[in-house]
């Protein structure tokens, strides 16, 4: 089946206002003062197809995470499209998600780390396809040998073998579970009722989506990881935490999920057939 080709021009903008499609950045940082300003800048250095907001969730930095963050509010190029959130102590990467998906005020949200290796110029191709209409749910990702440079075998390698072992336990087909940028409806997020509060926010998130019925579509991104020496906070200890949570979330009862009201996803049938609409609503899976 051939790929579908999603516009991107100008007119999305009205598009994305009819459609009501707004996008709210979400970056939790701790300890993070060597890439944090380029991160943000790199983020308002993009033009959106859509009204976009940036809200930075600072979980108890102890370097000059704030000091950097004060000068951002302070910077009349981005004060106005910036939110920051401080956590008095550290409480982990999903809780401070947790926190900053309660100041969303954007129809979809996507998490992006301040460490550089994704690059924010790839989340129009994210917002794209739902705009044209093809999906709600869309995902980041990494291919290697495609724009990506992975740090080590055991990292690849690593991230494969738990996008296999989700694959099997719910029945889907993702090339990258665990890729930083994912592109989901707010309320929706709001409403899988997230408890992790590490590292394994991540796999929850998408365990939760794939247990609902919900298959993302998948665009390819850039990714340079880096390194352990470099700052890469991730062990194989979260390798096995995110198999445990994967496993624990598929045998709970199928939580409910707050449709995306108004919204019709464009299927495309075999090669040459034209498209058919369908309503994007979850579906039962096992």
């Known amino acids: 089946m051939n790929q579908p080709s999603f516009p991107h021009n100008r007119a999305q903008i009205g598009s994305a206002t009819r459609r009501g499609v707004s996008l709210s950045i979400l970056m939790p940082v701790f300890n993070e003062e060597r890439t944090l300003k380029s991160a ?40 106005k499209d910036i939110v920051v959130v401080t956590h008095p102590s550290n409480r982990g990467k999903g809780a401070a998600i947790r926190t900053g998906l309660d100041y969303a005020a954007g129809s979809h949200l996507v998490i992006l780390d301040a460490d550089l290796e994704y690059l924010p110029s790839d989340i129009p191709s994210l917002i794209a396809p739902v705009l044209a209409g093809y999906s709600d749910h869309v995902f980041g990702a990494r291919v290697r040998g495609v724009n990506a440079c992975f740090p080590s075998f055991r990292f690849a390698i690593g991230g494969r073998a738990t996008t296999l072992f989700a694959n099997v336990l719910y029945d889907a087909c993702l090339t990258d579970m665990h890729t930083c940028l994912k592109l989901i409806p707010t309320e929706q997020l ?22 609902c019925g919900i298959r993302p579509l998948e665009v390819p ?66």
């Open 40 to 79: 943000i800048e790199r983020v308002f250095a993009v033009h959106y197809p859509c009204r976009m907001e940036l809200i930075v969730v600072d979980d108890g930095s102890t370097d000059r995470t704030a000091e950097i963050l004060d000068a951002q509010r302070s910077d009349a190029r981005t004060s």
């Open 190 to 211: 709001r409403s899988l009722t997230l408890t992790e509060g590490g590292f394994g926010l991540d796999t929850e998130v998408t365990a939760r989506l794939l247990r």
């Open 221 to 286: 991104v850039s990714y340079h990881g880096r390194s352990v020496s470099e700052g890469k906070k991730i062990t194989w200890r979260d390798g096995v935490a995110c198999l445990a949570v994967m496993a624990r979330v598929r045998v709970q009862h199928r939580p409910e999920i707050t449709p995306v009201a108004g919204r019709i996803a464009i299927v495309g049938a075999a090669q040459g057939d034209p498209p058919r609409r369908v309503l994007h609503l979850p579906r039962a899976v096992g």
